[in-house]
Every structure is written in C-alpha cells, then in structure tokens.
C-alpha cells in the first residue's frame, strides 16, 4: 500500500511518470566547489547517476575576480591570478575523476570563469540538464550576507529540479 496518495508512480527505475508526463533523468549536474566538503556528496551522484543510466556534468566556477578592481585596467597580478586560479582548477578536476568518477562511466568535465550562481544555471540550460546535485555549506548571518548562498540562488532560479546536500552532515552520519 502507498504511504503516499499522489498521482506521481515510479516506472522502470529511471523514468517518473507525473500527471501522465514521463520525466526521464539522462543528464546530472554536479557543480562544486573543490573543497573537501564538497566530495561528500559525489555518493549521491553516482548513485542517482547508475540508477538512472545518466551522464554526470561536473561543474567548477572559478570566481571572476576582474570587477572588484574598479574601472580601470585589471591590474595584471588579478590576472595572473585567474590564470592560476584555472589551472589550479583543472588539476584538481583531474583528481577528482581520477580518484571518484572511474565508476561512473560517463561524465563531463568544464569549468568556466563567473559568478557561481549564474554559471551553474547557465549550464543547467545550454547543457539541458535534468537534475542538479549540489553540496551546501550551511553559512549563516554576516557570512551568508557577504558571500551568499550559491546553492539558494541556484534552487530559485533553475529551471530542473535540485537536490541540495549539506555536506557537513553527511559527516556526522557516518
């Protein structure tokens, strides 16, 4: 007997069915931070990724740093510092899909220059993802005002579902 009374059935493991309309998960997106945190939710990518047979788009967002330099010329230690920032980046990506993503077999890798928020539901369009993975680091009062919150602008404006994992306690489970 359902615990639910909804229109809404599971078929065939990767299909929904939802008011007649059958929503199939092929593409997952999984932006994140490289932080260690952040790994911690790579179970449930993969799971959600095996279950549904989908491809995983693995996301990082180096933080545009040129605007907070006025209006003049970007002065060139900014950006020597975004190229090392990519490069940082790419090498920690190579990490990642060496050591965490060898299970899954395919993925797709990218990161991009930007604000977060806007890049993650940027590529959840062009990219027509169908779900999103994401990890939270739970900020509250000054520090949520001053850095925001990637993951709450990223679950008002997308337009697919997001799954929404903090992190920290995933530890605490454990």
């Known amino acids: 007997m359902p615990i639910f009374n909804r229109e809404e059935e599971v078929v065939q493991g990767s299909q929904i ?5 059958i929503i199939e998960i ?4 999984y932006p994140t931070d490289l932080l260690g945190y952040s790994y911690h939710v ?19 967002v180096v933080r545009d740093l ?5 209006f003049q010329d970007p002065h060139t230690s900014i950006s020597a510092f975004m190229k090392e920032a990519l490069e940082g980046a790419e090498k920690l990506m190579d ?14 890798r990218k990161v991009v220059v930007g604000d977060p928020g806007h890049e993650i539901v940027k590529t959840i369009e062009s990219e027509n993802i169908d779900l999103v993975i994401m990890g939270s680091h739970s900020r509250r ?14 679950v008002r404006h997308s337009p697919m579902p997001v799954l929404v994992v903090n992190p920290h306690r995933f530890k605490e489970r454990q």
């Open 66 to 70: 040129h605007h907070y330099t006025g």
């Open 26 to 29: 092929k593409s997952i997106l």
């Open 17 to 21: 069915r939802e008011e007649g309309d």
């Open 141 to 154: 009062g000054l520090e949520r005002v001053i850095f925001g919150s990637v993951a709450e602008y990223v």
């Open 95 to 108: 990490g990642i899909c060496d050591q965490h993503l060898q299970s899954c077999p395919n993925f797709r």
């Open 42 to 60: 790579l179970p449930y990518v993969l799971l959600m990724s095996e279950k549904h047979d989908a491809e995983v788009y693995l996301l990082y």
